[in-house]
């Protein structure tokens, strides 16, 4: 199938605001469907609440649109019942690490065969732009109003320690470069996780003196430094950037193989009829 | 191959045991007492009949798991106790709102909080039936027996899917952990999930489209099949869109509602014993029924007319049978380990206003035949001897 | 030659593409749709059909 073969046309415009860098990431994950080949019928979208959580309305394939933070916990209900699923998951920031942290680290863990893709915004853009877990240090938000004292996570760190099987970053403007990311994450037996720092133009970067979508673009390009790059970089020079591209990508057994894998060497099914 | 055998096992073996025999080949949960036994036994078990187990990170992701689990095809439940029900409780109405089955088995101890974590109570019969938020019906059944373990559990598969709701196994640390002989028989009749007409095309399917089907419950394929749908937990159209317009949410709650009263009949399951002339009718459930029936006999051997019906439907709650059975009553009485969950219901249904007493104990221990008869005494049966005790 | 085609309905007037535009073909003021007043400057880049969030340009090279 063809990219926009996947888009619910009918129902765009999107969703989101002006100059959200959604819209994009959404056209990545289609075009990584088309790179993967999935159909709609052995594809289901697990996406959590949020703005990010309704990119599941725009999307022809299968879809579970549950709770605020659960999603990783839902899909992993799904691929260990039908292993034969391409189960993709949209995840916020506030969703995804925030309220669903630990589901996060766990599904890493497991090493559940999902692809999770995050849309990190730095706030809680759907409540107004409050602050979430990764917010930057000294941000305006709507709860921060005198800058934000905590520092964020770093999520790919967190994903990486936590045992994910493969790791990507992307910004959203760089749509075939995400597509990329997620068609080869999704190749991938195990957890796989592609984090895609996105602009949230209307709370985000108005709170803090980015009126207009492309000065927030500009922005969030210039925290960032791509893999080569970094490697070449001091500490210091790194301090508060975002190291994008293939992060990560090891081999292990995703939880599902194994699980049935011990079975059968075990001969587990066999002694029950012997029982 | 037998088709039944006996066995001498605790009740949350009977518990797993059931669903096993009802088809159950997904479990999630998280270990909690006094339900951790089901989980050691659906560990051990469903990798043997080609099922999955998973010990999740706690009861929030165990109850999305089963639900996640359950619309990919399988059937699917968890097993945990009241503080493990108070997490999952935003996560059952996902299983509600995109009506989605599951069983839910409750092992209640006493709260609240992490209360008293190895004694038995009966203080979730409302949590089970307003703990989410928003309205709702709710299946909830009460097993008083190992065998009534067996053979609830295996009912609550068989409403799960019939309703295309959650359902709640009630049990209670006493008969989680009591040991009895049950008859461990192959389920026979098993509901298994409505699928759609095999000419309705495949693509896009509206999972949610209820009003289209005489009994008011849409089919529901699993994911991976010819048809594509989706499941929301959020306010939806028939096809699973979000929905905002309030004749939607008017009619889909409404639904949620009327699918579990209206069909009551079918759901609601109670027992009486010495019904036809009792004066004092003894109303309970659970562990608490076994007490209940112990005392009725000590009654009867004294010549006094005691009955008791049996609850093992808690939800949707058995009205028109208490109805009944207070009609030529001169009292009950609702022996129940909390402080009167079920008897204020009781009341609701009490046409004739006659006295309904409550016998409550909530420090762990359970109520006594005696102390039901001595509620009795204290009233109403002044010369009973409570010799037999 | 490019021939730019913008779907008001879709579009959302964020500014992306005129300030993507490496040609400069946008006028553009906030709020509004954009119009390809110079598309014969277009030389199908392509990152404006890519990065509009709303999947509301389409650029195709236009018949001679």
Known sequence: MKHNEFIREDRLPTFWCGGCGYGQVMNSITRAFEKAGVTLNDTVLVSGIGCWGHVDSFLKVNAFHGTHGRALAFATGIKLANPELNVVVALGDGDGVTIGGNHFIHACRRNIDLTAILCNNYNYGMTGGQYSSTTPEHSITSTSPYGHIEPGFDICKLAEVSGARYIARSISENVTQTAEYIAEAMSKKGFSFVEVLTPCTTHYGRNNAMKHPPELYRWLKSTVVPAAAAAKMTEDQLRNKFIIGKLYDRPGQDYGTRYRDEIQAKGIEDLAKKE | ?389 | MYEVRIDPKRCKGCGLCADFCPRNIYDFSWGSVPVAARSDDCVGCMQCEVKCPELAITVREAAP
């Open chain 2, 1 to 389: 191959m037998n088709t039944w055998e006996i066995r001498f096992a605790m009740g949350n073996e009977a518990i797993a045991e059931g669903a096993l025999a009802a088809g159950a080949r997904f479990y999630a949960g998280y270990p909690i007492t006094p339900s951790s036994e089901i989980a050691e036994i659906a560990s051990r078990r469903l990798p043997q009949v080609g099922g999955v187990f998973i010990q999740m990170e706690d009861e929030i992701a165990s109850i999305a798991a089963i639900i996640g689990a359950s619309a990919a095809g399988k059937k699917s439940f968890t097993a945990t106790s009241g503080p493990g029900v108070s997490l999952m409780q935003e996560n059952l109405g996902v299983a509600v709102m995109s009506e989605i089955p599951c069983v839910i088995i409750d092992v209640q101890r006493s709260g609240p909080s992490t209360g008293l974590a190895t004694k038995p109570a009966q203080g979730d019969v409302m949590q089970a039936r307003w703990g989410t938020h928003g309205d709702h019906g709710i299946i909830a059944l009460a097993p008083s027996s190992v065998q009534e373990c067996y053979d609830l559990t295996i009912k609550a598969f068989d409403f799960s899917e019939k309703y295309r709701t959650p359902v709640y196994l009630m049990a209670d640390e006493v008969i989680g952990h009591m040991r009895e002989p049950y008859v461990l028989h192959e389920a026979a009749g098993l509901v298994s999930r409505k699928q759609p007409d095999p000419s309705e095309p495949g693509g896009d399917y509206k999972i949610f489209d209820f009003e289209r089907y005489d009994d008011h419950i849409a089919p529901m394929p699993p994911y991976g099949g010819k048809y594509i749908f989706r499941m929301n937990g959020s306010m939806h159209d028939e096809a699973g869109f979000g929905c905002g317009a309030s004749d939607n949410a008017d009619k889909f709650i409404r639904h949620y509602e009327d699918k579990i009263t209206k069909n009551r009949d079918d759901i609601v399951m109670t027992e009486s014993y010495n019904m036809e002339d009792a004066d004092y009718v003894l109303v309970s459930f659970g562990c608490s029924a076994r007490s209940a029936m112990a005392a009725m006999r000590l009654a009867r051997q004294e010549g006094e007319k005691v009955g008791v019906l049996k609850l093992m439907t808690l939800w949707p709650f058995p009205d028109k049978e208490v109805a009944a059975a207070l009609k030529k009553a001169k009292a009950a009485v609702v022996p129940e380990m909390n402080l009167g969950q079920v008897a204020s219901e009781v009341s609701r249904y009490n046409e004739r206003k006659i006295p309904v007493i409550g016998v409550n104990r909530v420090d762990g221990s359970m109520i006594t035949p005696y102390q039901i008869l001595d509620a009795l005494k204290g009233l109403y049966l002044k010369g009973l001897s409570l010799k037999g005790l």
